[in-house]
């Protein structure tokens, strides 16, 4: 065989093989380009992303921890769900009034100087309140206790708020954020409680509150210490104030119902498991609701949705409007909280979708130097909705059936599907290329 007059592993190598030539090259292969990153890689690999992400992850968590952390550590001592109810309801209408404030606050001094002391008043009422229970004060101070921890920071918005400051121009990358934030509440949400529980019923009833305020402080220390890539304070904004920027009003509405899908969902599951013996497993089973719902977070932020997000919303709210009727399904025709479980992991499909596309809606339209506050109003929407939905459900499980409760989740996605129509379609403005709502 002809051997190759250099030593070089760059000069081919020639063989016959019966009557082809052929020409080996032993030379060095150029290295591939190496692979695409994914879109959740690429959005941690912007400097100080993941530094504040651990440290909002922390301070977020203990939002599913203390309404079912002060319920069980009222209740337990006090022997009254009735006076526990009305304690966290109290302190959830406080936050509706101050959380606005406090994100106005954030946007005009910046959101060290604010979220910190707002944090620190907060968990001081938290801890107010663990000792008003344990040492068996009057009932008013539980009230007024709970209502100090209203000043809590939107730590969700404040993240979204550093994402909008950073990605500033890429929708693509600005859509992949949300997408994550969405399901970070998903996840947090779905722990948080399961974490209260576990620790009220393994230790001590107030266990639960303490762990959530000291989450609480330190997530916020570490969150506000990344300050390279905190938004810059606009202290004099000549914007007009969020509520009044076209398109958030009925944005707003839709939040609100929204909100009452998510708090009927959990009164109606809670009192089904019960009618059926199975208190213990009701946590189990709303988590896979909150689970679907992250998973479909992670999903839809890894892709490139088709259109703008003010002509999805109608699409993703009629999804969840359909998917809705699987729990209602489920539990009028079969009865077993099996089945309602694999139904209710399948209708937390929408919600991620649909809370994504909302929260894009309201970055859109806030004015940059209000951002905080635009998102804390949505969330104050959404609780709104939720005290909403968790009255009405409860009011049909007690007059109805458990089973019927079902359907005021359907009935309230249905409303916010018919309130994003009226905007988009009937009152639209006569041009489609613009992406806003309509006040009016």
Same mark, same amino acid.
């Given at each position: 065989?002809?051997?190759?007059?250099?030593?070089?592993?760059?000069?081919?190598?020639?063989?016959?093989?019966?009557?082809?030539?052929?020409?080996?090259?032993?030379?060095?292969?150029?290295?591939?380009?190496?692979?695409?990153?994914?879109?959740?890689?690429?959005?941690?690999?912007?400097?100080?992303?993941?530094?504040?992400?651990?440290?909002?992850? @922390?301070?977020?968590?203990?939002?599913?921890?203390?309404?079912?952390?002060?319920?069980?550590? @009222?209740?337990?001592?006090?022997?009254?769900?009735?006076?526990?109810?009305?304690?966290?309801?109290?302190?959830?209408?406080?936050?509706?009034?101050?959380? =606005?404030?406090?994100?106005?606050?954030?946007?005009?001094?910046?959101?060290?100087?604010?979220?910190?002391?707002?944090?620190?008043?907060?968990?001081?009422?938290?801890?107010?309140?663990?000792?008003?229970?344990?040492?068996?004060?009057?009932?008013?101070?539980?009230?007024?206790?709970?209502?100090?921890?209203?000043?809590?920071?939107?730590?969700?918005?404040?993240?979204?708020?550093?994402?909008?400051? !950073?990605?500033?121009?890429?929708?693509?990358? /600005?859509?992949?954020?949300?997408?994550?934030?969405?399901?970070?509440?998903?996840?947090?949400?779905?722990?948080?409680?399961?974490?209260?529980?576990?620790?009220?019923?393994?230790?001590?009833?107030?266990?639960?509150?303490?762990?959530?305020?000291?989450?609480?402080?330190?997530?916020? !220390?570490?969150?506000?210490?990344?300050?390279?890539?905190?938004?810059?304070?606009?202290?004099?904004?000549?914007?007009?104030?969020?509520?009044?920027? =076209?398109?958030?009003?009925?944005?707003?509405?839709?939040? /609100?119902?929204?909100?009452?899908?998510?708090?009927?969902?959990?009164?109606?599951?809670?009192?089904?498991?019960?009618?059926?013996?199975?208190?213990?497993?009701?946590?189990?089973?709303?988590?896979?609701?909150?689970?679907?719902?992250?998973?479909?977070?992670?999903?839809?932020?890894?892709?490139?949705?088709?259109?703008?997000?003010?002509?999805?919303? =109608?699409?993703?709210?009629?999804?969840?409007?359909?998917?809705?009727?699987?729990?209602?399904?489920?539990?009028?025709?079969?009865?077993?909280?099996?089945?309602?479980?694999?139904?209710?992991?399948?209708?937390?499909?929408?919600?991620?979708?649909?809370?994504?596309?909302?929260?894009?809606?309201?970055?859109?339209?806030?004015?940059?130097?209000?951002?905080?506050?635009?998102?804390?109003?949505?969330?104050?929407?959404?609780?709104?909705? @939720?005290?909403?939905?968790?009255?009405?459900?409860?009011?049909?499980?007690?007059?109805?059936?458990?089973?019927?409760?079902?359907?005021?989740?359907?009935?309230?996605?249905?409303?916010?599907?018919?309130?994003?129509?009226?905007? !988009?379609?009937?009152?639209?403005?006569?041009?489609?290329?613009?992406?806003?709502?309509?006040?009016?």
């Amino acid at each position: 065989m002809p051997q190759p007059t250099s030593r070089s592993r760059d000069t081919p190598l020639f063989t016959v093989t019966a009557d082809t030539l052929v020409a080996a090259d032993f030379g060095p292969r150029a290295r591939s380009e190496p692979r695409a990153k994914g879109p959740y890689r690429r959005l941690f690999a912007l400097p100080g992303a993941r530094a504040f992400t651990a440290g909002n992850l @922390i301070a977020r968590l203990p939002m599913g921890m203390f309404s079912v952390s002060a319920v069980v550590m @009222i209740a337990g001592t006090r022997g009254s769900y009735a006076l526990a109810g009305a304690v966290t309801a109290t302190g959830l209408a406080a936050t509706a009034v101050v959380a =606005p404030w406090t994100a106005r606050l954030v946007d005009r001094y910046g959101q060290a100087r604010v979220a910190l002391p707002a944090t620190v008043f907060a968990v001081l009422g938290s801890l107010a309140l663990l000792l008003c229970v344990r040492h068996g004060a009057p009932d008013w101070t539980l009230f007024a206790s709970y209502a100090a921890t209203a000043t809590t920071p939107n730590t969700g918005g404040m993240s979204r708020a550093r994402w909008a400051h !950073l990605l500033k121009g890429d929708a693509e990358a /600005l859509h992949t954020a949300n997408s994550f934030e969405q399901a970070a509440d998903e996840l947090c949400f779905m722990l948080g409680p399961v974490l209260a529980a576990f620790l009220c019923g393994t230790f001590f009833p107030e266990a639960g509150t303490l762990v959530g305020a000291v989450l609480l402080l330190t997530g916020v !220390l570490l969150f506000t210490a990344q300050r390279s890539t905190e938004p810059p304070a606009a202290r004099r904004s000549s914007a007009r104030a969020p509520l009044r920027s =076209p398109g958030m009003r009925p944005l707003l509405v839709v939040c /609100l119902a929204t909100g009452a899908v998510f708090g009927s969902l959990e009164v109606v599951t809670l009192a089904f498991a019960d009618e059926r013996g199975h208190r213990a497993a009701s946590g189990a089973v709303l988590a896979l609701q909150a689970a679907g719902s992250c998973a479909a977070g992670l999903l839809y932020g890894a892709v490139r949705p088709a259109g703008s997000a003010r002509s999805r919303l =109608p699409w993703c709210l009629a999804a969840m409007t359909a998917l809705m009727t699987l729990p209602l399904l489920a539990a009028g025709l079969t009865g077993s909280l099996v089945l309602l479980a694999g139904a209710l992991l399948v209708a937390g499909v929408a919600t991620a979708p649909t809370m994504v596309t909302t929260m894009t809606l309201v970055q859109r339209y806030t004015p940059e130097d209000r951002l905080n506050e635009g998102m804390t109003l949505a969330v104050t929407g959404l609780l709104g909705g @939720i005290a909403c939905g968790s009255a009405a459900g409860g009011w049909a499980v007690e007059h109805v059936s458990a089973t019927a409760g079902y359907g005021v989740p359907v009935a309230a996605a249905a409303t916010a599907l018919l309130v994003a129509l009226c905007a !988009l379609v009937l009152f639209g403005p006569s041009n489609r290329s613009t992406d806003s709502l309509p006040t009016h």
